[in-house]
């Protein structure tokens, strides 16, 4: 059975025909979902997420259910297994947004049928799946790029960390805080492609194709990184050290001011607005790649 819970999740070849059906279904409807039910449950906020995959799921012609995580018995005293065996009697698909992949790994233990992550404190596939492919969008390919992140280690970054084998010679460069570093080593696998730094590197970053940037405090996070991260801000010091055909990546929502200055976010290397609806191309991509 399919699940994307983490992007670990594919191979290859689940990754390329992901990339396929987006392509095929973008700006376009197809029956594919005819009389399936997909849950929606989102533990915290979303807007992007959320959205695309219902507007996914209509034009694909299916049909979502809001399920509304405080409203569960799972809040008062039922189990994690008791609901989502119960959830496997009515739904299809479960897309799930949650504060812990612990409870996600439970979800995905006692529901019976696939279950899409839909961000967790540990991985975003739907984000890593999305920003690649807007990244192809922009350049053509996804090989041979020098992506370069800044600031917090998380969820995004995680996936993205780990979409990276699916890429041919693109190399991703972290300039990031050590402590924060220390803290997050163990939730990715390092290879060759990917490298670590703690004070900025003027000559790594002029060589970036993409300069990409995430809240510097998740959701999830007890303690405000800002006075950690505030040296790692994507401003037009670090933008205009990269060259014309660079551009700016932000899966949203952005802190204007903290990761990233307004000029940048809202200047003409921005692609944010792409990467967003890029969202929609890419779930309606996930979930034909779910249902064949
Ligand atoms: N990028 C992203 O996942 O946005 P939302 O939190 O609005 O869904
Ligand atoms: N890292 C952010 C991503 C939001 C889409 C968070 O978890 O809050």
Redo the contacts with the bound molecule.
């Keep these: 059975m399919k699940n994307l819970l983490n992007i670990s999740d594919l191979n290859q070849n689940d990754f390329d025909n992901i990339f396929q059906f987006a392509d095929d279904l973008d700006n376009q409807t197809e029956k594919i979902l005819t009389n399936k039910n997909i849950g929606l449950i989102f533990e915290k906020?979303?807007?992007?997420?959320?959205l695309s995959f219902q507007v996914g799921i209509n034009q694909l012609d299916g049909n979502y259910i809001d399920v509304r995580f405080e409203e569960l018995n799972l809040n008062r005293f039922e189990s994690y297994e008791d609901t989502f065996e119960v959830m496997s009697c009515y739904l299809d698909y479960l897309v799930f947004r949650t504060t812990d992949h612990k409870k996600l790994d439970l979800a995905n233990k006692f529901f019976k049928k696939p279950i899409i992550n839909a961000?967790s404190d540990l991985s975003?596939p739907c984000?890593a799946i999305s920003d690649l492919y807007t990244l192809k969008e922009n350049f053509g390919s996804i090989n041979n790029l020098n992506i370069v992140w800044m600031g917090d280690m998380n969820n995004v970054l995680f996936s993205l960390l780990e979409a990276i084998s699916f890429t041919n010679n693109t190399k991703v460069d972290v300039f990031t805080d050590e402590a924060i570093y220390s803290l997050n080593k163990d939730n990715f696998n390092l290879n060759k492609n990917i490298n670590f730094h703690f004070n900025i590197n003027k000559e790594i970053i002029a060589k970036a194709n993409c300069i990409m940037t995430d809240v510097f405090t998740s959701m999830n996070d007890k303690e405000d990184k800002e006075n950690l991260l505030s040296k790692f801000q994507v401003n037009e010091d670090i933008m205009s050290l990269t060259d014309k055909k660079s551009v700016f990546m932000h899966?949203?929502?952005a802190k204007i001011g903290s990761e990233v200055s307004e000029d940048v976010i809202k200047g003409e290397k921005s692609i944010v607005l792409a990467q967003a609806r890029n969202?929609l191309v890419a779930q309606k991509g996930i979930l034909k790649w779910l249902s064949i």
């Excluded at 906020?45 to 959320?50: A, D, I, K, P, V």
């Design positions: 906020n979303s807007t992007r997420t959320r961000l975003h984000q899966c949203l929502p969202r």
